[in-house]
Nanobody
Framework: QVQLVESGGGLVQAGDSLRLSCAASGRTFSGYAMGWFRQAPGKEREFVAA????????NYADSVKGRFTISRDNAKNTVYLQMSSLKPEDTAAYYCAADWVAYYSSSYYTDRGGEYEYWGQGTQVTVSS
């Protein structure tokens, strides 16, 4: 089992940058592929970014590609989401999630939320125009 705690959200203006962090505790962090998802009021949860357990492969939603960067530090049990050129439509609660893939290829990841077993409590990002 793993516990996830997000931080770094806040209120920013359009065009600003923000870095979210997700600290993990519990089971071996390097055995998890990690993902970021977001949910805006009245909308369904959507995939944002994912990174393999080895950190060598990443994937992004088209809406954030080129603006967001996911990374991880397995020594610190932390995954990050660097967000730049933020837009009002990026406003949402952001959640990190963990998918136990220790027996999969180190390059494996998924963008399907249903595959992730553990979720954080979320951190709010609000982008004003």
């Amino acid at each position: 089992q793993v516990q996830l705690v997000e931080s770094g959200g806040g209120l920013v203006q359009a065009g600003d940058s923000l870095r979210l962090s997700c600290a993990a505790s519990g089971r071996t962090f390097s055995g998890y592929a990690m993902g970021w998802f977001r949910q805006a009021p009245g909308k369904e949860r959507e995939f944002v970014a994912a990174i393999s357990r080895g950190g060598d492969t990443t994937n992004y939603a088209d809406s954030v590609k080129g603006r967001f960067t996911i990374s991880r530090d397995n020594a610190k049990n932390t995954v990050y989401l660097q967000m730049s050129s933020l837009k009002p439509e990026d406003t949402a609660a952001y959640y990190c999630a963990a998918d136990w893939v220790a027996y999969y290829s180190s390059s494996y990841y998924t963008d399907r939320g249903g595959e992730y077993e553990y979720w954080g409590q979320g951190t709010q990002v609000t982008v004003s125009s």
